[in-house]
């Protein structure tokens, strides 16, 4: 059975950064083959897109509001993907939730596994 793990998450201050990981273990994962995406969650509103990246890395997609902040990548001899959080603001946070499927985008339903998510708090 496939899991995905994050990892990551914490209190911050307004302007820091954070690097979010998610590892996929068990289970036949063909990493090579999964786009993935990251996914947040903030108390009393619904989950949004954050960020995708394909199956290839060559095509990445970011939701406006962290478009020059956050990045997106993945590593598939490790079977992990990465989100690099810069000038983090108090509107970032949420539970951050990471995915990944034989199709990638902004519509979560694409996604085949999801993690158990991970908390980030932003401080203003």
């Known amino acids: 059975q496939v899991q995905l793990v994050e990892s990551g998450g914490g209190l911050v201050q307004a302007g820091d950064s954070l690097r979010l990981s998610c590892a996929a273990s068990?289970?036949?994962?063909?990493?090579?083959?999964?786009?993935w995406g990251w996914f947040r969650q903030a108390p009393g509103k619904e989950r949004e897109f954050v960020a995708a990246?394909?199956?290839?890395?060559?095509?990445?997609y970011y939701t406006d509001s962290v478009k020059g902040r956050f990045t997106i990548s993945r590593d598939n001899a490790k079977n992990t993907a990465y989100l690099q959080m810069n000038s983090l603001k108090p509107e970032d946070t949420a539970v951050y939730y990471c995915?990944?499927?034989?199709?990638?985008?902004?519509?979560?339903?694409?996604?085949?596994?999801w993690g158990q998510g991970t908390q980030v708090t932003v401080s203003s």
């Open positions: 990246i394909s199956w290839s890395g060559g095509s990445t």
């Open positions: 068990g289970g036949t994962f063909r990493g090579h083959a999964m786009g």
């Open positions: 995915s990944a499927g034989i199709l990638s985008g902004v519509d979560g339903d694409q996604y085949d596994y």
